[in-house]
């Protein structure tokens, strides 16, 4: 007889665990379901939002005056590049250079100010600039032009689109103005 409760138990555990055991299974198949390409649809539809394009700051000739201040100022004249045009004419008076450049050949043609000495005068009403301005018109005429402390001369002519599309360079401004 204590067999039978024995057998009795053993039946009742094994129908228990194969309850379980597929209760188990029918949930798992459920979860990969879920998970697969087939899902139901939400009740909130997904919508599209576009990401605000930036548009593109208009450069004023003060915002490009203040860049090339600041690029001489600090001698990194890599943050000039997004206002340079594709193409640039650059002249360094008394030598043979440059030529029309492409804006990563000006930039690295700007070291050749790496040895002016600070601060830069940019003052349009002083004599040297004036004098420049009236001499050499088709250079320096409508250029912002800055003369370093030991006389270095930088001077960038803008486009329509007042990036920086011609400059000229000289060791001492003396070489043009007597």
């Known amino acids: 007889m204590k067999a039978k409760y024995y057998i009795l138990g053993f039946l009742t555990a094994l129908v228990i665990l194969m309850i379980a055991i597929t209760g188990y299974l029918a949930g798992k198949n459920t979860t990969n379901e879920n998970h697969s390409g087939d899902s139901l649809p939400t009740s909130q539809p997904t919508t599209y939002v576009p990401s605000p394009t930036p548009t593109p700051k208009i450069l004023t000739t003060d915002d490009v005056r203040e860049s090339i201040i600041a690029a001489l100022e600090?001698?990194?004249?890599?943050?000039?590049?997004?206002?340079?045009?594709?193409?640039?004419?650059?002249?360094?008076?008394?030598?043979?250079?440059?030529?029309?450049?492409?804006?990563?050949?000006?930039?690295?043609?700007?070291?050749?100010?790496?040895?002016?000495?600070?601060?830069?005068?940019?003052?349009?009403?002083?004599?040297?600039?004036?004098?420049?301005?009236?001499?050499?018109?088709?250079?320096?005429?409508?250029?912002?032009?800055?003369?370093?402390?030991?006389?270095?001369?930088?001077?960038?002519?803008?486009?329509?689109?007042?990036?920086?599309?011609?400059?000229?360079l000289a060791s001492d401004y003396k070489i043009l103005l007597p």
């Open 74 to 168: 600090s001698k990194n004249y890599l943050g000039l590049k997004y206002i340079v045009a594709p193409t640039v004419s650059m002249r360094i008076e008394a030598a043979e250079c440059c030529g029309i450049l492409s804006a990563d050949e000006l930039i690295s043609k700007l070291d050749y100010l790496a040895e002016a000495t600070g601060p830069w005068d940019f003052d349009d009403t002083s004599n040297i600039v004036i004098n420049l301005k009236s001499a050499y018109p088709a250079n320096y005429g409508n250029a912002i032009i800055g003369v370093s402390r030991d006389n270095y001369l930088a001077a960038f002519q803008l486009d329509s689109d007042n990036k920086i599309s011609s400059v000229s």
